[in-house]
T-cell receptor, first 112, second 114 residues
Framework: DQQVKQNSPSLSVQEGRISILNCDYT??????FLWYKKYPAEGPTFLIS?????DKNEDGRFTVFLNKSAKHLSLHIVPSQPGDSAVYFC???????????FGQGTELSVKP | ETGVTQTPRHLVMGMTNKKSLKCEQH?????MYWYKQSAKKPLELMFV???????ENNSVPSRFSPECPNSSHLFLHLHTLQPEDSALYLC?????????????FGPGTRLTVT
């Protein structure tokens, strides 16, 4: 059973608009969440994280929102740029372990 | 070299072959990881090493045999693999294996088993 789900395999957005990537989780013991970005032929790189004591974390154009009651998090990118085109993975971990559980990824395409 | 490196980047092997994947991190980290990513599936954690000691084996078949001679190097020895083992194998490292500690990934080895 997949504990972290990204239900949209792909997303296409116009340059300058907002990109919203979504992630749902089932395990209520998860309390730390991360987003990774992956370009082709490269490994995933860390983008932004949030702990369960917060509901929002912002870093430049990237903002992560956490809704614990809905077990849902989202990554907002605004304004979107063509260089943001990549696969985005969300991941979760619990308080007892640093083991990361990943979603299956959403491929974002930002068109000029 | 900086970050996490992996060799080879691509590998094609037959089911009777024996090969090894190599990972090296230049970040001074103490924890290292092997992940498997199959097409359209999430990254799956395979093994965790902390200070050269294996701390997690995520029910991985014995045809995958990890080795961690020191905190900077991690190997994955492969033998008698199956075609369904074809995937991208990613190595990662972190300062320690605790929660909230960012993991740094290598570029991966694309493995094809024929």
């Amino acid at each position: 059973d997949q504990q972290v789900k990204q239900n949209s395999p792909s997303l296409s957005v116009q340059e300058g608009r907002i990109s919203i990537l979504n992630c749902d989780y089932t395990n209520s013991m998860f309390d730390y969440f991360l987003w990774y970005k992956k370009y082709p032929a490269e490994g995933p790189t860390f983008l932004i994280s949030i702990s369960s004591i917060k509901d929002k974390n912002e870093d430049g154009r990237f903002t992560v929102f956490l809704n614990k009651s809905a077990k849902h998090l989202s990554l907002h990118i605004v304004p979107s740029q063509p260089g943001d085109s990549a696969v985005y993975f969300c991941a979760a971990s619990g308080v007892l372990t640093g083991k990361l559980i990943f979603g299956q990824g959403t491929e974002l395409s930002v068109k000029p | 070299e900086t970050g996490v490196t992996q060799t080879p980047r691509h590998l094609v092997m037959g089911m009777t072959n024996k090969k090894s994947l190599k990972c090296e991190q230049h970040l001074g980290h103490n924890a290292m990881y092997w992940y498997k990513q199959s097409a359209k599936k999430p990254l799956e954690l395979m093994f965790v090493y902390n200070f050269k000691e294996q701390t997690e084996n995520n029910s991985v078949p014995s045809r995958f045999s990890p080795e961690c001679p020191n905190s900077s190097h991690l190997f994955l020895h492969l033998h008698t693999l199956q075609p369904e083992d074809s995937a991208l194998y990613l190595c990662a490292s972190s300062q320690d294996p605790g929660q909230g500690v960012e993991q740094y990934f290598g570029p991966g080895t694309r493995l094809t088993v024929t």
